[in-house]
């Protein structure tokens, strides 16, 4: 399904972690739990007005080996583009993930 000749871009797959300091407040920040490589299937850009003004969306897939820990609740980064992750679709039986993501520029 996937050859290693597709995997051509190295992405890095992100969760939100919580860390208390010693005053006892609590801060959130992503940190990378996985680095792999995934092929980028599509990319699009579609602008769009929203009510705080105008924006840009990007939409991309991207393909990978499966991984039994990756969620929506990820977010991914791709050449210092983070992308929230909307969607993880099971690809044959264990044998790819696609990643549909979301980035806003």
Known sequence: MITSGQLDKIIEIKALTQAQDEYGAISESWA??????AQ????????????SGEGSETVAAFRIRWRPDVSV???LSCNGDNFEIIEVVELGRRRALELRCRGRV
């Open 32 to 37: 990378t739990f996985a680095t792999v490589h």
């Open 40 to 51: 980028r299937l599509e990319t699009r850009t579609s602008d769009f007005l929203r009510a």
């Open 73 to 75: 609740a990820d977010r």
